[in-house]
């Protein structure tokens, strides 16, 4: 997995839609909520975000996402019924890439110098 860089990846999870705001203005209508709106529910959590979106099983619905199962395995048919190629391409234009940034690893040396330099110790 190659590691995620700059803001590209977490773009659309940021308010404005960052670079892929006309994707999601584009898509949004077919799955019925923008990830604006998610983002507004999540950070910070606001219980009535969540039901001004109708709740949870009506946020799924709006998602096309099975709440027991998840998504589909294969996803081709987008909600309009377009066809795509590539298997999550229509939510992947909207909400980005599911994937979390990798963190840099701190060296053994590094480790040694901040032990070293712990004046606790």
């Known amino acids: 997995m190659a590691p995620a860089t700059g803001g590209s990846e977490r773009a659309p999870l940021l308010p404005g839609g960052g670079n892929n705001?006309?994707?999601?203005?584009?898509?949004?209508?077919?799955?019925?909520?923008r990830p604006e709106q998610l983002t507004e529910m999540l950070d910070p959590k606001d219980p009535e975000k969540l039901q001004q979106?109708?709740?949870?099983?009506q946020i799924c619905k709006m998602l096309q996402v099975d709440p027991t199962v998840g998504l589909r395995q294969r996803e081709q048919i987008g909600a309009s019924g377009?066809?795509?190629?590539e298997p999550f391409q229509a939510r992947r234009a909207v909400f980005g890439r599911n994937i979390l940034p990798e963190t840099e690893a701190v060296t053994f040396w590094q480790l040694l110098m901040a032990a070293y330099n712990d004046r606790t110790l």
């Open 82 to 85: 377009e066809h795509y190629d």
């Open 53 to 57: 979106l109708g709740g949870a099983e």
């Open 21 to 33: 705001a006309h994707a999601g203005s584009r898509y949004g209508s077919a799955f019925g909520v």
